[in-house]
């Protein structure tokens, strides 16, 4: 019965939309397919998306995770991460006749072809995003003397730009839509015919994500958001949280590191994740809070979303003449 009561006093809310985004989901099951399909090992350079639960069950499958090319033999095959690779990285595998099958999110992808567009027309490009994150890097690959990194608004007012020149701007997709436009609107003030690329290179999980913690967040004692550090979405989900009114969110990857000492004196609780994380790492937030007494989740749902991608081609081939 004090479970019970418990239950009546306390309120837990899980948002919706959260978790895998469609490129994610498109990634993980590329290599998993190509295990499939290929035999281990598969050599994934970079972590194929920054989820540590996915990059060691993927390892336990037969995949091994490198830094660089230079670590996977000759005539291994080799998937490119979500985030994407510079042209240099694809000429470097082409050069040692490495295999390769390319996992990178479309909606990075397209941002890669309008780098180039810009550069094509020697257009000045400043990328909004974070140094040394592999979608930047991937980015920058593609036009490196037309591109100028802005992590902050606060580094618009160092550009030293050419002023008889246009200037155009980018974004990581994964950054917080609010600091985005923020940056921007500072680029515009010093550069008012700033170029901006055909439609919000932000995707749509991001988005998603950030407005139904957003809509969560002011009913929330804690909110506690579910995915890797090395994760910039879902860091930006915690700052998104306490923006919005949340007296207080943290990340974690996985229930093990719920604090005790969080859930004092707390009688709401939020619950969401980043685009990177498994829904049983959130199942497992759920299924320790019941173990403490605190009710069935609530879902928060502000839209649903249906997006999919289709595989990369070599696995889309081999579907069909094995089905």
């Known amino acids: 019965m004090a479970v019970s009561g418990a239950s009546t006093e306390k309120k837990l809310y899980l948002a919706a939309p959260r978790g895998y985004c469609a ?30 639960h996915v990059v060691e069950t993927l390892e336990e499958r037969g995949a091994i995770f490198v830094d660089e ?18 042209p240099q990285v694809k000429q470097e595998a082409s050069d040692r006749g490495l295999r390769t099958i390319d996992a990178t999110c479309p909606l990075v992808t397209k941002v890669h072809h309008e780098a180039k567009r810009f550069a094509n027309q020697d257009t000045q490009i ?30 618009v007012d160092g550009l030293t730009l050419d002023r008889d020149r246009s200037v155009a701007w980018l974004s990581q997709t994964t950054l917080s839509v609010d600091e985005t436009v923020e940056t921007v609107d500072r680029i515009r003030e010093l550069y008012p015919q700033l170029i901006d690329p055909p439609s919000d290179d932000i995707c ?12 969560m967040a002011p009913k929330c004692d804690l909110v506690i958001v579910v995915g890797s550090k090395n994760s910039s979405n879902t860091g930006r989900l915690v700052e998104v949280a306490l923006e919005s009114g949340a007296k207080a969110s943290y990340r974690v990857d996985n229930a093990r590191e719920i604090e005790e000492a969080w859930l004092d004196g707390v009688s709401s609780i939020g619950v969401t994740s980043g685009a990177s994380v498994p829904e049983t790492l959130v199942q497992g937030v759920l299924d320790l809070l019941a173990s403490k007494g605190w009710p069935q989740a609530e ?25």
């Not at 090319?69 to 510079?86: K, N, Q, Y």
């Not at 990328?127 to 802005?150: D, R, S």
């Open 204 to 215: 749509y999980a991001t988005q998603n994500r950030q407005h139904a913690v957003k809509q």
């Open 126 to 155: 400043l990328l909004i995003g974070h140094a040394g994150h592999e979608e930047v890097e991937g980015t920058t690959g593609e036009a490196p003397e037309n591109i100028t990194l802005v992590q902050t608004p606060e580094d």
């Open 299 to 323: 879902e928060e749902t502000i839209i649903e979303e249906s997006l999919s991608f289709a595989l990369p081609p070599q696995l889309r081939k081999r579907r069909t003449t094995t089905s």
């Open 69 to 86: 090319l230079d670590e996977v033999p000759d005539d291994a095959l080799v998937v490119f991460s979500a985030h994407g690779v510079s």
């Open 23 to 52: 490129g994610v989901d498109r990634a993980v099951v590329t290599v998993e397919k190509a295990l499939e399909a290929y035999g281990a090992p598969v050599y994934v350079r970079k972590q194929i998306v920054h989820n540590r």
